[in-house]
């Protein structure tokens, strides 16, 4: 079946560091591949997304690049900011799950000034 | 601004009551979920329908928990008792092709 692994958390930086959260996929067929933030007390609001292989999704900074070869998607940003704590998923669609997300378990980031 | 909308935003319930959560989903899409957020679990799908029909219930608890989606603009899940450990935040999100937008959840507490 699909399957997300997110690294492991909790990941604390401070104000301008650079971020990366890894992300690996285990999917049948051709997944897309999301990243989704969650603010506290807030619902998941989608941050990027790839449809395919090579794909670069990005979005208020964020960068992730779709690597078939690797089975990865990892969310990057060049300077991190004390409003980007949040919680970070990565989730797929697997190519024969009808659109059902499958989410990785989550990796909380705090971001100190 | 297109969303989903989900009523209650907050319930406290006491054990053995039944619980209604609505959701409307964004207008023109054709799926539609329930996920349950814990602390222990993560993000769990407990049920979602294409078209308004059903298409996967497997992670919902059936003797308690209904889902159902009487037209396109309501989708509701039921839980019928319920019970301290049903305590967590309910989203419901929709969506149509590769894009799904999560509605702001329900706070559920079974006191």
């Known amino acids: 079946g699909n399957s997300v692994t997110q690294m492991e958390g909790p990941v604390t930086l401070s104000e301008e560091a650079f971020l990366t959260i890894n992300c690996t996929y285990t999917a049948t067929g051709y997944p897309s591949l999301f990243w989704y933030v969650q603010y506290p007390g807030e619902g998941l609001q989608l941050l990027l997304k790839?449809?395919?292989?090579?794909d670069k999704g990005s979005n208020k900074g964020f960068e992730a690049t779709y690597r078939k070869e690797t089975t990865s998607f990892h969310l990057e940003k060049g300077s991190v900011q004390v409003s980007d704590s949040a919680v970070y998923f990565c989730a797929l669609i697997g190519g024969t799950s009808y659109g059902k997300l499958t989410f990785g378990q989550g990796t909380i980031l705090t971001v100190h000034p | 601004d297109a969303r989903v909308t989900q009523t209650p935003r907050h319930k406290v319930t006491e054990m053995g009551q039944e619980v209604t959560m609505r959701c409307q989903p964004i207008l023109g899409h054709n799926t539609v979920f329930w996920y349950r957020q814990t602390m222990m679990q993560g993000l769990e799908l407990l049920a979602y329908f294409r078209n308004r029909a059903p298409l996967d219930d497997s992670g919902m608890p059936k003797d308690r928990f209904s889902a159902e989606m009487p037209d396109a603009t309501l989708a509701t899940l039921k839980i019928q008792p319920s019970e301290p450990r049903d305590s967590a935040v309910y989203f419901c999100a929709s969506g149509s092709g590769y894009t799904i937008y999560f509605g702001e959840g329900s706070w559920l507490t079974v006191v």
């Open positions: 790839a449809t395919k292989a090579d």
